[in-house]
């Protein structure tokens, strides 16, 4: 076979490969790494790197106990191939994505092996959800918990009807892999559709209930095993404080009484239709899902899905990302009864879509006219504000000829109708649909906010004061922005607050200051400062301390 035709025949079996490949690569078009989370990730990299230790994680100088370091790991395997680079840290994240993708053709042929049209079907949802693909580009930690999550389901359903020694050995490996990945987060997806096993397997498994649950146990034996591998010499070698923090104290503290992110029982409830946007404004698919019977896979799915979002909403901590790892499994469950249904489509299946379009495009416009109706003054939107982030801050400043494409687009979508046809046979059209809300909202957001963004400029400027041997601090909180973005050898020195800058000031007069601030709330004067970038809503500054001496 040659190598077009192999290509061609590897597409058409999995549809999904260009899309992904299309998805990363508007990503690494349109945005560079971004603060805080990206850019501290890789941090935390470089700094392992600039070390030469690979045990224990450190940002900014001092031991890093947030998360494990799977990701640092292939980060510097990349580096350790192409050489220290922007690029290659950033594909860590997408190629964990793709195994996502593969993994959950892989549940469904597991889970319906009757039904080929869930497999084809699923992995297509699962990119189509914009809020996955997008975070299928950071360089972050979700989609790697995500593919060892993906990992354990296929081990307890392998195990169903081949209770062996290699399932619950994939099992453990997974478990394995998810501790070193984000830690014992895993546990929370895997151990309830394994203790609800009865319910959703039609039959024994093949070596019978208890040869099931001892493999089982040995296998989560084996992954804990294997985070302790890494754990306990790190803990000896990050100090008594770092040791506790990894061994217990950040998973106690996520659990009990959130560091960040607390939010009410209640929170996931009203945002999960707003995370599988557009496929919850989908009535097809609704309509689909009434008519179809449970059958063992569907039981397989709601033994997960229910306990884990009812154990999420009882944790304190709460964060959209944290539900990541479900999504590909509530694709399988939508396929499943796409697949399977003889539910008609509507004549316009995205006259919604098309609406939501038509409506981005002129809500700047329909609100500057109602404030001159009514008498109140223009608007003035700056898409840097602290509010930065909101979609009026983001539409406004684009360019007459994106909002034009997004009215021909919605307007385009809102009037075509077609035959109808069964409900599934919409869902690569749905997907491509799914697929122009990304770009746009990248290509949106992206446009209007990537000086916001984009913080190469300032790590610049504090690389070379660095390697001239200029004093410099960071004035409050510092998640190690500039450290790899600027290639920084030294740690930067922090402080906060009035008293505590100004001291560092008096000693080292020479030196030079940077912090961010919210403008009208500054704690040192932007009007002396030699540079002010914008900053995710805020402003970024750098000033000569020599210049504020003796204080505002």
Request: contains cysteine; glycine residues 10%; positive net charge.
């Amino acid at each position: 076979m040659t190598p077009s035709r192999y290509l061609a025949t590897l597409i058409n079996q999995r549809p999904y490969l260009p899309l992904w490949l299309g998805t990363v690569l508007v990503a690494l078009w349109l945005r560079p790494l971004t603060p805080l989370d990206e850019t501290r990730a890789v941090t935390v990299a470089w700094e392992m790197w600039q070390r030469q230790d690979f045990l224990v994680p450190y940002l900014n100088g001092h031991p890093y106990s947030h998360k494990p370091p799977l990701l640092q790991w292939g980060i510097q395997l990349s580096w350790l191939l192409f050489g220290v680079n922007d690029w290659t840290p950033r594909l860590i994240a997408p190629l964990f994505a793709l195994g996502n993708l593969l993994l959950t053709e892989r549940l469904a042929q597991r889970l319906w092996p009757e039904q080929h049209g869930v497999a084809r079907l699923a992995p297509l949802l699962l990119l189509g959800i914009p809020l996955w693909a997008f975070w299928a580009t950071l360089t972050l930690y979700d989609l790697l918990i995500g593919f060892f999550v993906l990992g354990g389901w296929l081990g307890l359903l392998t195990a169903k009807t081949e209770c062996n020694w290699r399932c619950w050995l994939f099992t453990g490996l997974s478990v394995g892999g998810a501790l070193l990945a984000k830690g014992p987060v895993i546990l929370v997806f895997l151990l309830p559709p394994a203790m609800l096993a009865p319910w959703w397997m039609e039959q024994r498994p093949a070596a019978g209930w208890g040869q099931f649950y001892l493999g089982l146990f040995i296998a989560v034996i084996l992954g804990i095993a294997l985070g302790l591998a890494w754990a306990i010499p790190a803990a000896a070698a990050g100090g008594e404080q770092y040791g506790k923090l990894i061994l217990w104290g950040q998973f106690a503290g996520r659990v009990a009484h959130s560091f960040a992110h607390n939010r009410p029982w209640w929170w996931y409830v009203p945002m999960l239709p707003l995370l599988l946007f557009p496929w919850t404004a989908w009535p097809a698919l609704w309509r689909s899902a009434a008519r179809t019977a449970l059958d063992s896979g569907l039981r397989f799915g709601l033994s997960v899905v229910v306990p884990v979002l009812v154990i999420f909403s009882l944790i304190s901590g709460k964060q959209v990302h944290y539900l990541l790892p479900l999504f590909p499994l509530l694709a399988l469950l939508a396929a499943r009864v796409l697949a399977a249904s003889s539910v008609v489509g509507c004549q316009r299946p995205f006259w919604g879509v098309g609406l939501l379009l038509i409506l981005a495009g002129l809500s700047y416009e329909w609100l500057q006219l109602s404030h001159a109706l009514t008498g109140y003054p223009e608007l003035d939107v700056n898409p840097h504000d602290e509010d930065g982030g909101s979609l009026l801050t983001l539409l406004a400043p684009l360019p007459l000829a994106w909002k034009l494409v997004m009215l021909a687009v919605g307007a385009g979508l809102l009037a075509w109708k077609r035959p109808q046809t069964p409900a599934q046979s919409a869902a690569g059209l749905a997907v491509l649909c799914a697929g122009l809300i990304f770009v746009l909202a990248h290509v949106a957001y992206y446009y209007t906010s990537y000086s916001a963004w984009d913080i190469a400029p300032m790590a610049q400027r504090l690389s070379r004061l660095q390697k001239a041997g200029v004093p410099l601090v960071h004035e409050g909180e510092y998640h190690g922005d500039f450290q790899f973005i600027g290639r920084l050898t030294q740690p930067l020195d922090t402080t906060r607050g009035p008293a505590a800058i100004q001291q560092w000031i008096a000693a080292h007069p020479d030196g030079y200051v940077v912090g961010r601030f919210v403008p009208g709330k500054a704690l040192l004067p932007p009007e002396k400062a030699e540079v002010i970038d914008d900053y995710r809503g805020r402003k970024l500054a750098l000033w000569k301390a020599s210049s504020l001496l003796g204080g505002k």
